[in-house]
Nanobody, 123 residues
Framework: QVQLVESGGGLVQAGGSLRLSCAAS????????MGWFRQAPGKEREFVAA????????YYADSVKGRFTISRDNAKNTVYLQMNSLTPEDTAVYYC????????????????WGQGTQVTVSS
């Protein structure tokens, strides 16, 4: 397993942008698929985006496709989520996840999770 620490959350107006970062510990970061999930108040956690260990494959929820971009820098042990054109519906705690395969991350069965970072979008 890896330890994950998210950062970059905050308060932003609708239409604005934020970039989340997830820093991972451990020397095997580059072997993990990575992803982002979010959980809004009163709702279940939902998949947002995922990226393969190499960065060549990416996956997005329909609700964020075209607005969010996931990327990774294996040299820095960091995965990013660039969020543009934010709406109040994007308000949630955002969690980073690491898994042994793209499938485990996309399905939410990844083995490692961060503590989350709050994103609040005001109207």
């Amino acid at each position: 397993q890896v330890q994950l620490v998210e950062s970059g959350g905050g308060l932003v107006q609708a239409g604005g942008s934020l970039r989340l970062s997830c820093a991972a510990s451990g020397r095997t970061f580059s072997s993990y698929a990575m992803g982002w999930f979010r959980q809004a108040p009163g709702k279940e956690r939902e998949f947002v985006a995922a990226i393969s260990w190499s960065g060549r494959s990416t996956y997005y929820a329909d609700s964020v496709k075209g607005r969010f971009t996931i990327s990774r820098d294996n040299a820095k042990n960091t995965v990013y989520l660039q969020m543009n054109s934010l709406t109040p519906e994007d308000t949630a705690v955002y969690y980073c996840a690491a898994g042994q395969s793209d499938y485990t991350v996309v399905t939410g069965t990844a083995g490692s999770w961060g503590q989350g970072t709050q994103v609040t979008v005001s109207s």
